[in-house]
């Protein structure tokens, strides 16, 4: 009985702790992509610039790990039953992932663009053997070229 | 080409949805299931029983029995009582059953007839009884429960998953063992035609082996009102239709004719338990 109260306790703190911070931190994201519009950037290897026009090009990265609620953990697990799509972790990873390329232009402040940007994402705090996620990491990294005015 | 600069106008990453109706949904559709197979359960208990064979019954029996080894095992009662079935056995009840008996130290006033024809006396009922022909009616009642297979019925829905966790993982799986737990075998439950067919049986075999039927109803009547009903397994007061049973067996006697005679006595040292 104790047990039952515990995870519904447990489901209910979940949905309405995980969807505030959720809609919180898309409210942040939407409003810094809006800041750093000016920032481009892109996956293309190469930027054509002219040797003597680049003042410099450097490495950039920013990296985010976001956790699922336990709501959301329950549901994909119901989920992992039937299947289909998992649409409760399908915020966690575009949270994180958004969130790990604001990080990285945020350290490219001042940079004209980003070229070769790539994302990578990795499953952190696995429990033992058991396939459950935990919380997933985004990272976000490229190389910021910089041009002479 | 130029660049400009300007935001998607959707995400095309994240489903919008409603979490909670597709929480709601998939709760619903596995809850289905769940009744489902339950009532497809004890549909099969009746078609799966008849099929079940006595090795696969003593598989399943054994987990059961494994918590109830060791205990009284090889005492004097253990011996008398094993003597008296297997002489049932051989001269009037012809089960392919391998019955072996266990005492136990309870105050119940009970036998239970365990899958694999283990067969559990509670002390309590070794203290009870006054002769042997009345020992000899309720073991032959749960005799009558294996000839019929009602033991293996009164688990109910379990049994089906139990057969199914004895053939899939075998006797020794943590599986077996878990539901064999799980059980709580003295609440098993027999019908009422279920008993009362048992009561024939053993009626029948208590004529065959001592030429007489007397002290078949002994144990019925011999139970004190004053005492907890509870403690009285599915013999006595526990059993709102006893007196119906008492009743039938006496009609039974008088219509067959069976004859009544001398009770045979008890070996005193039966009765006691040594403490």
Redesign the interface.
Known sequence: MYDLITFLVLVAVG?VAGTLAEKRHYRSINER??AL??L?AMTMRHAHYPDDKVKSAELVYGSAVISIDY??R??AG??N??GG?V??Y??L??RARREALLRMKEMAEGATVIINVRIETAAIGKKGNKKSIGCVEAMAYGTAVTLRQ | MRYTAREPESNVNVTSTSPIREFLVLTGGLLGIVVGIYFLLGLSVDLIVPHISIGLESKMGAPFIQSLEGKEAGSEQEHYVQGLIESLQKRCARLPYQFKVHVHKASTINALAFPGGHIVVYTGLLEKVTSENELAFVLAHEMGHYAHRDHLRGFGRAIVLMTISALLFGSESGVSNMLAHGLNVTEMSFSREQETRADEFALEVLNCAYGHVAGATDFFEKIPKELDPGKFGHYFASHPQNRRRISHLENLIRSRGLPLAGRQALPETIRQTKN
Do not use: G, N, Q
Request: charged share 35%; aromatic share 14%.
């Open positions: 949905y992509e809006k519009l000016h481009p709501f959301k329950l549901l119901l989920r039953i039937f799509t649409k409760s399908e915020t990873i575009d």
